[in-house]
């Protein structure tokens, strides 16, 4: 049984910064690509950032040059670190293991000032 748990999430104001982790139990994230998405509210979920099986990451052109997603093989955690927040930032962050149907629960972001 594979489990995400998402952590990390807060209000914030514009400007600042926060770490999300996505703690990953069932299966290796080194052997796995795994994503974050977001929804705002009367929003569709959309992809945030992905990091594959290799390493290489992808971005949302919004997030480009803000956000970092990584993983730490022996954590068995994905991050996604965001910089620079902005209030169009906030959403419900999901992790999600790609090419399944594996979600976490979600944690909550807000940025507001």
């Known amino acids: 049984q594979v489990q995400l748990v998402e952590s990390g999430g807060g209000l914030v104001q514009p400007g600042a910064s926060l770490r999300l982790s996505c703690a990953v139990s069932?299966?290796?994230?080194?052997?796995?690509?795994m994503g974050w998405y977001r929804q705002a509210p009367g929003r569709q979920r959309e992809m945030v950032a992905t990091i594959a099986t290799n390493g290489m990451p992808e971005y949302a052109d919004s997030v480009k040059d803000r956000f970092i997603i990584s993983r730490v093989v022996v954590e068995n955690t994905v991050y996604l670190d965001m910089n620079n927040l902005e209030p169009e930032d906030t959403a419900v962050y999901y992790c999600?293991?790609?090419?399944?149907?594996?979600w976490g629960q979600g944690t909550q972001v807000t940025v507001s000032s």
């Open positions: 999600h293991k790609l090419m399944s149907d594996y």
């Open positions: 069932g299966s290796r994230v080194s052997v796995s690509g």
